[in-house]
């Protein structure tokens, strides 16, 4: 049975951002919950394309175009979120993908997924040193810096991180990735870790008591 997404799943792993954009606007017009657009549709979609890309039954231009296909859709579904509630930002979070690591589809996802339950983002990146991380996370008074970590030799800099930001008990430092378990990220010191874009937001839910 055909599924209200197919048309706009085409269009994302196919990299048609004009088709995308124009079917998502469509959804949303029709009443379509725009949060549900993400974790019904976009999200399922992304970890499968990156889980093709593993398995190199697609290749990095492939997924680089399903990634700007996705950030055009979110940057088309923000006025649908807005309401009288989304003036007023729940937290602000510093998200980053860790020194000497270039993955940023996982990283993109959360994002997303943040910033439609309300939160204020500021997205330093890729490949982003611990120092820049630190700095901008007391310049953006954030409360969280949420790390993203898709390769092992990268997940020392989470642990950098975490021993820089000790002794402030105000900013809680989040980590997710593939090497990543709650396990390590429990050893790391870090105070949470999230397996998904929707582990992610309950997390920060519960960190910051929203």
Not at 53 to 81: C, D, G, Q, W
Not at 124 to 150: M, N, R, Y
Not at 157 to 181: A, H, R, T, W
């Amino acid at each position: 049975m055909p599924s209200q997404y197919d048309t706009l799943e085409k269009a994302i792993l196919s990299g048609d951002q004009e088709s995308g954009v124009s079917e998502a606007v469509k959804l949303l017009e029709g009443g379509q919950d725009p949060v549900l657009l993400f974790t019904e549709c976009i999200e399922p979609l992304l970890e499968d394309v990156g889980e093709k890309f593993s398995r190199l039954e697609i290749f990095l231009p492939e997924m680089v175009n399903a990634s700007k296909v996705v950030k055009a859709v979110h940057e088309t579904a923000k006025p649908y979120l807005k309401n009288e509630e989304d003036d007023v930002s729940k937290g602000k979070i510093i998200i980053a993908t860790v020194s000497g690591d270039l993955h940023d589809i996982g990283k993109n996802i959360v994002k997303a997924m943040l910033e439609v339950n309300g939160y204020d983002i500021q997205d330093l990146g890729v490949d982003v040193p611990t120092q820049t991380i630190v700095k901008q996370a007391k310049e953006f008074d954030a409360d969280i810096i949420a790390l993203s970590a898709l390769m092992l030799p990268s997940l020392p800099f989470v642990k950098d991180v975490v021993e820089f930001m000790e002794g402030n008990q105000k900013v809680k430092v989040i980590v997710g990735g593939g090497p990543v378990s709650q396990e390590w990220a429990d050893e790391a010191g870090t105070d949470g870790y999230g397996n998904n874009a929707i582990d992610a937001v309950a997390l920060v839910k519960d960190i910051l008591g929203a």
